[in-house]
């Protein structure tokens, strides 16, 4: 099997939209066989960010055939209350996903919610079942932002089996997932963070960088060796004179010039979230149904 070689930009909006026609294609099989796919989603509270962030994965559901549901309690509901609704959801059987948006308000506690959640039906991945499966090297429900991050490496560079891959961060969210997935394609994995000893000269060794610290141009071109691909997972808005722009954890311009490959923000690791949030609940239904369903990954 050939190795593709890596290409300078990498396109994060094409491939999503790869992963949202396969999973399109598989909706389609497992309803011929009387399964419907449905996620729901739980929105608390009437933060705007997140009430973007609902609208758009309720739309991208809709697009791929996914029957979507939408909760949206005030911001004093109880935690009683959302740990009932989703006690009702788990009983559903006709909800294979059930996604709560984070940030809850400070009140309810978020661990408590989240392992509430029936792993199978964990399409954010954050239950503490999924988290252990992953460590384990099993195929379970996976942190949608890493496991986007991993369809981009595969794509662009084929087989990483040797690779030396180093990741920046240890959030619960990305980082160590990132590492979880990027160890069981065989790679080498250094994880580094805020209290990392020699932190740019761990990352200039890397074959691959995963920058998900949420620090606006951290990395530049000096924590990068010749050749390396870049991920980056950053989404920071920045201030220009009047005007602001979202940028990455990686300085975008002076990084092209020396890596083989990078994600543009945006357009780059963003896209691909939504995609695999879909990608899950496909999943989750065939898991909780035992419907045969081929490997979209």
């Not at 990352?203 to 691959?208: N, P």
Request: proline letters at 6%.
């Amino acid at each position: 099997m050939n190795t593709p070689a890596p290409i300078k930009l990498i396109d994060g909006k094409a491939a999503a939209a790869r992963v949202i026609a396969e999973v399109k294609t598989q909706v389609a099989a497992m309803k011929n066989q009387g399964i419907a796919p449905a996620l729901t989603v739980i929105l608390v509270g009437q933060d705007p960010a997140s009430q973007v962030y609902v609208r758009n994965k309720v739309l991208r559901a809709e697009e791929c055939g996914i029957r979507s549901e939408e909760h949206r309690l005030p911001a004093d509901t109880s935690e009683a209350t959302l740990l009932a609704l989703i006690g009702e959801l788990n009983a559903d059987a006709s909800v294979h996903g059930i996604l709560v948006q984070l940030p809850l308000p400070a009140h309810i506690d978020e661990t408590r919610v989240l392992q509430a959640i029936d792993p199978l039906k964990d399409v954010d991945g954050f239950h503490a079942e999924n988290v252990g499966g992953l460590s384990q090297g099993r195929d379970v429900l996976t942190p949608c932002t890493p496991a986007g991050c991993m369809r981009l490496l595969e794509d662009s560079m084929g087989d990483l089996s040797g690779k030396h891959a180093v990741v920046i961060g240890r959030s619960n969210i990305v980082g160590k997932p990132m590492a979880a997935l990027l160890l069981k394609a065989h790679c080498t994995v250094t994880v580094v963070h805020s209290r990392s000893a020699n932190l740019k000269e761990l990352c200039r060794q890397a074959d691959i960088v995963v920058a998900a610290v949420g620090r606006p141009r951290l990395v530049d071109a000096d924590w990068l060796k010749p050749g390396a691909v870049v991920i980056d997972v950053g989404i920071n808005r920045i201030t220009e004179g009047e005007r602001s722009r979202l940028v990455g954890d990686v300085d975008f311009d002076s990084a092209l010039p020396k890596v083989a490959a990078i994600t543009p923000v945006p357009g780059g690791v963003g896209p691909m979230t939504i995609a695999f949030l879909m990608k899950n609940t496909l999943t989750a239904a065939r898991l909780q149904q035992e419907a045969p369903c081929p490997s979209i990954s």
